[in-house]
């Protein structure tokens, strides 16, 4: 990811990457092997640089609410395994709470805020977003959905060739 990109996130997003909920976003384990905070900055980032190459072809958007709707946009999941059943009540529920979450932690939402987050889990759930920050947001969660499922699925195998090697190792 590009360092302007990284840095204009951390900029834009300062008051939310520095709150408890954040912090504890940022512990909390999403994807197998990432966290919902680090995942979340992922989104931000991955849907800012989709926004630039918009821009260039003169689309404008607005960066500051995307990014701190993208910031927001799961942190719904927090407590996941308290508060819903299993993943599909999870999947439906989160973006609701991840709403409730943002307003309590911004004093409120703009309209594009809430869209970026309220329809995020969109095809998956029914109701489409209104604001092109909330389509750039649906497809950039997609994306990092995606390359982590991926980056997981990479790490997972590697680790049990390790222990298969050892296990052969031991055995000789
Ligand atoms: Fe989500
Ligand atoms: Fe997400």
Redesign the pocket.
């Known amino acids: 990811m590009k360092e302007s990109i990284v840095k204009d996130v951390n900029r834009i997003g300062k008051k939310i990457l520095g709150t408890e909920s954040f912090e504890q976003a940022l512990t909390q384990v999403h994807h197998d092997k990432t966290t919902v905070g680090a995942h979340s900055l992922e989104v931000a980032c991955t849907a800012l640089a989709i926004s630039r190459k918009l821009e260039g072809l003169k689309i404008s958007i607005n960066e500051e609410q995307m990014i701190r709707g993208a910031l927001c946009?799961?942190l719904?999941?927090l407590g996941r395994y308290d508060k819903f059943a299993n993943n599909f009540v999870c999947?439906y529920r989160?973006?609701k709470d991840?709403v409730d979450a943002a307003k309590e932690l911004l004093g409120g939402l703009t309209d594009i805020e809430k869209d970026v987050i309220a329809h995020?889990?969109w095809p998956v759930t029914p109701v489409p977003p209104h604001h092109r920050e909330a389509y750039i947001v649906t497809l950039a969660?997609k994306i990092c959905a995606v390359r982590e499922i991926i980056r997981s699925a990479e790490k997972n195998k590697a680790e049990m060739l390790k222990k298969k090697k050892h296990m052969r190792k031991e055995s000789a």
Do not use: N, V
């Open positions: 946009h799961d719904g999941i999947c989160h973006p991840s995020h889990m969660d």
